[in-house]
């Protein structure tokens, strides 16, 4: 591995972890924010995951698939979907 490749890999992280914490911070009112810092893809699956999180996914295995349709509608509402 070059440094060239260490580095490409690193701006990479870079982007991804403030993306992350944007969506961690903000919700979705960050989603512009995150989407500029990473990119739409890696914008909506934090914020899918953030939103599952939130709505409790967590709290059974398997999730309630209901999360699913939850999610799915504030993406909706929010036009990102």
């Known amino acids: 591995m070059t ?5 490409k890999k690193a701006r990479l992280l870079d982007k991804l972890f403030k993306t992350v ?13 995150a989407i500029l810092i ?3 893809n890696m914008a909506l699956a ?3 995951t ?4 939130e709505l409790g ?3 059974s295995f398997p999730a309630d ?6 999610v799915l509608k504030i993406l909706v509402d ?3 979907a």
């Open 21 to 33: 914490k944007v969506i961690e911070e903000e919700g979705i009112g960050g989603i512009q924010t």
């Open 38 to 40: 990473g990119g739409k």
């Open 50 to 53: 953030h939103l599952r999180r």
């Open 46 to 48: 934090l914020l899918i």
């Open 78 to 80: 929010h036009k990102l």
């Open 57 to 59: 996914s967590m709290n």
């Open 3 to 7: 440094i060239k490749d260490l580095a």
């Open 65 to 70: 698939t209901k999360i699913d349709d939850e």
